[in-house]
Protein backbone atom coordinates (compact mmCIF):
# COMPACT_ATOMS: atom_id res chain seq x y z
CA UNK A 1 0.00 0.00 0.00
CA UNK A 2 1.42 3.28 -0.78
CA UNK A 3 0.44 5.38 1.99
CA UNK A 4 1.08 8.71 -0.08
CA UNK A 5 -1.54 8.43 -2.59
CA UNK A 6 -3.46 5.02 -1.17
CA UNK A 7 -2.83 2.61 -4.43
CA UNK A 8 -1.16 -0.58 -4.17
CA UNK A 9 2.27 -1.47 -4.58
CA UNK A 10 2.45 -5.00 -3.52
CA UNK A 11 2.79 -8.17 -6.23
CA UNK A 12 4.79 -5.58 -8.52
CA UNK A 13 6.44 -8.48 -11.11
CA UNK A 14 9.31 -7.90 -13.00
CA UNK A 15 9.99 -9.40 -16.80
CA UNK A 16 13.75 -9.72 -18.15
CA UNK A 17 13.22 -8.90 -22.29
CA UNK A 18 15.91 -9.33 -24.56
CA UNK A 19 16.32 -7.10 -27.91
CA UNK A 20 16.13 -8.39 -30.93
CA UNK A 21 19.60 -7.88 -31.65
CA UNK A 22 22.62 -8.19 -29.99
CA UNK A 23 24.15 -4.64 -28.53
CA UNK A 24 27.77 -3.73 -29.95
CA UNK A 25 29.98 -5.11 -27.17
CA UNK A 26 27.50 -6.62 -25.06
CA UNK A 27 29.22 -9.76 -23.75
CA UNK A 28 25.89 -11.27 -22.53
CA UNK A 29 24.12 -11.09 -25.83
CA UNK A 30 24.77 -13.19 -28.61
CA UNK A 31 22.23 -13.96 -31.76
CA UNK A 32 19.51 -11.64 -29.61
CA UNK A 33 19.78 -13.96 -26.58
CA UNK A 34 21.74 -13.88 -23.17
CA UNK A 35 24.62 -16.36 -22.71
CA UNK A 36 23.30 -17.23 -19.24
CA UNK A 37 20.79 -19.70 -21.13
CA UNK A 38 17.76 -18.07 -18.97
CA UNK A 39 14.80 -18.27 -21.44
CA UNK A 40 13.07 -15.11 -22.55
CA UNK A 41 11.21 -13.25 -21.70
CA UNK A 42 10.27 -14.88 -17.73
CA UNK A 43 9.48 -13.57 -15.48
CA UNK A 44 10.62 -12.99 -11.61
CA UNK A 45 8.40 -12.90 -9.06
CA UNK A 46 9.80 -11.95 -5.42
CA UNK A 47 7.90 -12.11 -2.13
CA UNK A 48 7.74 -8.98 -0.08
CA UNK A 49 9.97 -8.33 2.96
CA UNK A 50 8.28 -4.70 3.50
CA UNK A 51 8.31 -2.80 6.39
CA UNK A 52 5.80 -1.05 5.57
CA UNK A 53 3.06 -0.70 8.85
CA UNK A 54 0.04 -2.26 7.69
CA UNK A 55 -1.53 -2.74 11.31
CA UNK A 56 -3.08 1.73 10.99
CA UNK A 57 -6.86 1.78 10.46
CA UNK A 58 -7.92 3.11 7.52
CA UNK A 59 -10.40 4.97 9.87
CA UNK A 60 -7.80 6.63 11.49
CA UNK A 61 -7.61 10.41 11.25
CA UNK A 62 -5.53 11.74 9.08
CA UNK A 63 -2.67 13.46 11.35
CA UNK A 64 -1.92 9.67 11.64
CA UNK A 65 -0.86 9.27 7.64
CA UNK A 66 1.89 12.41 7.70
CA UNK A 67 4.41 10.05 9.68
CA UNK A 68 3.54 7.21 8.02
CA UNK A 69 4.43 8.77 4.68
CA UNK A 70 7.23 10.54 6.26
CA UNK A 71 8.52 6.72 6.61
CA UNK A 72 7.33 5.25 3.42
CA UNK A 73 9.18 7.96 1.49
CA UNK A 74 12.54 7.86 4.27
CA UNK A 75 12.86 4.28 3.47
CA UNK A 76 12.69 5.00 -0.39
CA UNK A 77 15.24 7.91 -0.27
CA UNK A 78 17.80 5.35 0.99
CA UNK A 79 16.99 3.07 -1.37
CA UNK A 80 17.07 4.99 -3.76
CA UNK A 81 20.71 6.35 -2.60
CA UNK A 82 21.62 2.93 -2.35
CA UNK A 83 20.62 2.46 -6.17
CA UNK A 84 22.54 6.31 -6.97
CA UNK A 85 25.70 4.85 -5.68
CA UNK A 86 25.35 1.20 -7.86
CA UNK A 87 24.86 3.22 -10.75
CA UNK A 88 27.56 6.02 -10.57
CA UNK A 89 30.10 3.05 -9.16
CA UNK A 90 29.22 1.64 -12.65
CA UNK A 91 29.31 4.63 -14.66
CA UNK A 92 25.92 3.86 -15.46
CA UNK A 93 23.98 7.23 -16.47
CA UNK A 94 20.08 7.36 -15.49
CA UNK A 95 17.10 9.16 -16.14
CA UNK A 96 13.71 8.73 -14.83
CA UNK A 97 11.44 9.62 -17.63
CA UNK A 98 7.62 10.79 -16.49
CA UNK A 99 4.51 12.47 -18.22
CA UNK A 100 0.97 11.89 -18.15
CA UNK A 101 -0.25 8.44 -19.78
CA UNK A 102 -0.07 9.29 -23.86
CA UNK A 103 2.46 12.24 -23.75
CA UNK A 104 4.83 9.66 -25.73
CA UNK A 105 7.78 8.50 -23.60
CA UNK A 106 8.04 5.16 -25.09
CA UNK A 107 7.84 6.74 -28.69
CA UNK A 108 10.72 9.60 -27.66
CA UNK A 109 12.78 6.42 -26.26
CA UNK A 110 12.18 3.90 -29.41
CA UNK A 111 13.20 6.90 -31.56
CA UNK A 112 16.39 7.69 -28.90
CA UNK A 113 17.28 4.53 -29.03
CA UNK A 114 17.61 3.91 -32.83
CA UNK A 115 18.92 7.63 -33.36
CA UNK A 116 22.37 6.80 -30.51
CA UNK A 117 23.16 3.84 -32.44
CA UNK A 118 26.22 2.78 -31.41
CA UNK A 119 27.07 6.29 -29.46
CA UNK A 120 26.04 4.38 -26.32
CA UNK A 121 24.90 0.85 -24.66
CA UNK A 122 20.92 1.25 -23.52
CA UNK A 123 18.51 -0.50 -21.89
CA UNK A 124 15.32 0.50 -20.62
CA UNK A 125 13.17 0.01 -17.25
CA UNK A 126 9.70 0.01 -18.06
CA UNK A 127 7.33 0.82 -16.06
CA UNK A 128 3.01 0.03 -16.57
CA UNK A 129 0.47 -1.23 -14.29
CA UNK A 130 -0.02 -4.34 -16.38
CA UNK A 131 1.02 -5.84 -20.03
CA UNK A 132 4.60 -6.44 -21.72
CA UNK A 133 3.61 -3.85 -24.82
CA UNK A 134 6.01 -1.51 -24.27
CA UNK A 135 9.31 -3.53 -23.50
CA UNK A 136 8.66 -5.52 -26.02
CA UNK A 137 8.60 -1.78 -28.42
CA UNK A 138 11.58 -1.32 -27.03
CA UNK A 139 13.55 -4.66 -27.38
CA UNK A 140 11.88 -4.22 -31.31
CA UNK A 141 13.95 -0.87 -31.19
CA UNK A 142 17.28 -2.50 -30.18
CA UNK A 143 17.56 -2.07 -26.06
CA UNK A 144 17.46 -4.95 -23.34
CA UNK A 145 14.66 -4.22 -21.13
CA UNK A 146 12.90 -5.41 -18.01
CA UNK A 147 9.14 -4.56 -17.61
CA UNK A 148 8.02 -3.90 -13.83
CA UNK A 149 4.44 -4.68 -13.35
CA UNK A 150 3.36 -2.54 -10.92
CA UNK A 151 -0.19 -3.76 -10.22
CA UNK A 152 -2.52 -1.19 -8.58
CA UNK A 153 0.44 0.91 -7.93
CA UNK A 154 0.90 4.25 -9.89
CA UNK A 155 4.66 4.85 -9.42
CA UNK A 156 7.73 2.81 -9.60
CA UNK A 157 9.72 2.95 -6.07
CA UNK A 158 13.43 2.82 -5.30
CA UNK A 159 12.95 -0.88 -4.63
CA UNK A 160 11.14 -1.68 -7.28
CA UNK A 161 14.38 -0.64 -9.37
CA UNK A 162 16.90 -2.25 -7.17
CA UNK A 163 15.08 -5.67 -8.30
CA UNK A 164 14.91 -4.47 -11.69
CA UNK A 165 18.77 -3.32 -11.77
CA UNK A 166 19.41 -7.09 -10.46
CA UNK A 167 17.29 -8.90 -13.29
CA UNK A 168 18.56 -6.06 -15.91
CA UNK A 169 22.36 -6.02 -15.81
CA UNK A 170 23.11 -2.72 -17.03
CA UNK A 171 26.87 -2.83 -18.55
CA UNK A 172 29.47 -0.67 -17.23
CA UNK A 173 29.38 2.70 -18.73
CA UNK A 174 25.65 2.36 -20.87
CA UNK A 175 22.69 4.17 -20.51
CA UNK A 176 19.92 3.53 -18.76
CA UNK A 177 16.11 4.94 -19.33
CA UNK A 178 13.45 4.70 -16.39
CA UNK A 179 10.34 5.06 -18.13
CA UNK A 180 7.86 5.72 -14.74
CA UNK A 181 4.48 4.89 -14.67
CA UNK A 182 2.20 7.27 -16.55
CA UNK A 183 1.24 9.74 -13.53
CA UNK A 184 2.46 13.29 -12.79
CA UNK A 185 1.62 12.94 -8.93
CA UNK A 186 3.28 10.39 -6.90
CA UNK A 187 6.79 9.67 -9.24
CA UNK A 188 7.45 13.19 -8.04
CA UNK A 189 7.62 12.16 -4.57
CA UNK A 190 9.65 9.03 -5.52
CA UNK A 191 13.44 9.14 -5.76
CA UNK A 192 14.59 6.02 -7.97
CA UNK A 193 17.94 6.91 -7.65
CA UNK A 194 18.15 8.20 -11.42
CA UNK A 195 20.85 11.03 -12.29
CA UNK A 196 18.02 13.74 -13.43
CA UNK A 197 14.40 13.21 -14.01
CA UNK A 198 12.80 14.04 -17.40
CA UNK A 199 9.51 15.52 -17.90
CA UNK A 200 7.57 14.72 -21.29
CA UNK A 201 4.90 16.84 -21.73
CA UNK A 202 2.46 16.80 -25.33
CA UNK A 203 0.97 19.73 -26.97
CA UNK A 204 -2.34 17.67 -26.99
CA UNK A 205 -2.39 18.65 -22.98
CA UNK A 206 -2.98 21.66 -21.38
CA UNK A 207 -0.26 24.56 -21.66
CA UNK A 208 -1.02 24.98 -17.59
CA UNK A 209 0.64 21.29 -16.60
CA UNK A 210 3.50 22.93 -14.64
CA UNK A 211 1.03 25.04 -12.63
CA UNK A 212 -1.56 21.53 -11.78
CA UNK A 213 1.46 19.38 -11.34
CA UNK A 214 4.22 21.44 -10.15
CA UNK A 215 5.97 19.09 -7.88
CA UNK A 216 6.84 16.66 -10.88
CA UNK A 217 7.83 20.36 -12.63
CA UNK A 218 9.84 21.49 -9.66
CA UNK A 219 11.95 18.05 -9.25
CA UNK A 220 13.02 18.22 -13.28
CA UNK A 221 16.22 18.75 -14.96
CA UNK A 222 14.68 18.72 -17.98
CA UNK A 223 11.39 19.54 -19.89
CA UNK A 224 10.65 17.53 -23.57
CA UNK A 225 7.50 19.47 -25.05
CA UNK A 226 6.66 16.94 -27.56
CA UNK A 227 4.34 16.08 -30.11
CA UNK A 228 5.16 19.74 -31.89
CA UNK A 229 4.43 18.80 -35.19
CA UNK A 230 0.33 18.96 -33.85
CA UNK A 231 0.68 22.46 -33.00
CA UNK A 232 -0.99 23.61 -35.82
CA UNK A 233 -3.96 21.98 -34.67
CA UNK A 234 -4.12 22.25 -31.17
CA UNK A 235 -4.99 25.30 -28.90
CA UNK A 236 -1.66 25.19 -27.15
CA UNK A 237 0.90 28.06 -26.49
CA UNK A 238 4.32 26.77 -26.45
CA UNK A 239 5.76 29.79 -24.34
CA UNK A 240 3.35 29.87 -22.11
CA UNK A 241 3.85 26.29 -21.37
CA UNK A 242 7.23 27.43 -21.27
CA UNK A 243 6.89 30.31 -18.85
CA UNK A 244 4.47 28.05 -16.05
CA UNK A 245 7.35 25.64 -15.92
CA UNK A 246 9.93 27.65 -15.17
CA UNK A 247 7.38 29.69 -12.79
CA UNK A 248 7.98 26.57 -10.73
CA UNK A 249 11.42 25.59 -11.73
CA UNK A 250 13.66 28.90 -12.71
CA UNK A 251 16.87 27.07 -13.97
CA UNK A 252 14.51 24.01 -15.62
CA UNK A 253 15.93 23.40 -19.76
CA UNK A 254 12.47 22.72 -21.96
CA UNK A 255 12.97 21.15 -25.57
CA UNK A 256 10.08 21.45 -28.41
CA UNK A 257 10.63 17.79 -29.72
CA UNK A 258 8.42 15.37 -31.77
CA UNK A 259 9.66 11.77 -31.17
CA UNK A 260 7.62 10.75 -34.27
CA UNK A 261 8.77 13.05 -36.55
CA UNK A 262 12.15 13.47 -35.53
CA UNK A 263 12.23 17.45 -34.91
CA UNK A 264 14.24 17.98 -31.78
CA UNK A 265 16.21 15.26 -31.37
CA UNK A 266 19.27 16.60 -31.54
CA UNK A 267 19.46 18.82 -29.19
CA UNK A 268 17.78 16.12 -27.02
CA UNK A 269 20.67 13.69 -27.72
CA UNK A 270 23.10 17.06 -27.22
CA UNK A 271 21.82 17.24 -23.73
CA UNK A 272 22.04 13.43 -22.94
CA UNK A 273 25.75 13.31 -24.02
CA UNK A 274 26.12 16.52 -22.06
CA UNK A 275 25.02 14.83 -18.90
CA UNK A 276 27.16 11.88 -19.70
CA UNK A 277 30.22 14.58 -20.07
CA UNK A 278 29.05 15.55 -16.73
CA UNK A 279 29.03 11.96 -14.61
CA UNK A 280 32.67 11.33 -16.27
CA UNK A 281 33.47 14.43 -14.97
CA UNK A 282 32.53 14.12 -11.39
CA UNK A 283 33.84 10.34 -11.88
CA UNK A 284 37.25 11.66 -12.69
CA UNK A 285 37.20 13.72 -9.74
CA UNK A 286 36.70 11.33 -7.21
MG1 LIG B 1 4.86 3.91 -22.29
Redesign the pocket.
Known sequence: MCATCGCGDEGATITAMWGHRPLAGDARAKDGQPQSGHEHPHTHTHDHDHDHDHDHSHQNPPTETIPLEQKVLAKNDMLAEHNRRWLVDRGILAFNMTSS?GA????L?ERTIRNLGSQHRVSVI???QETL??AD?ITAAGARAVQVNTGAGCHLDAEMIERALHALEPDTGSLLFI?NV?NLVCPALFDLGEYSKVVVISVTEGTDKPLKYPHMFAAAGLVLINKIDLLPYVDFDLDLCARHARSVNPGVEIMPVSATKGDGMDLWLQWINARANELDATATQV
Open positions: PGKTTLEGDLDREG
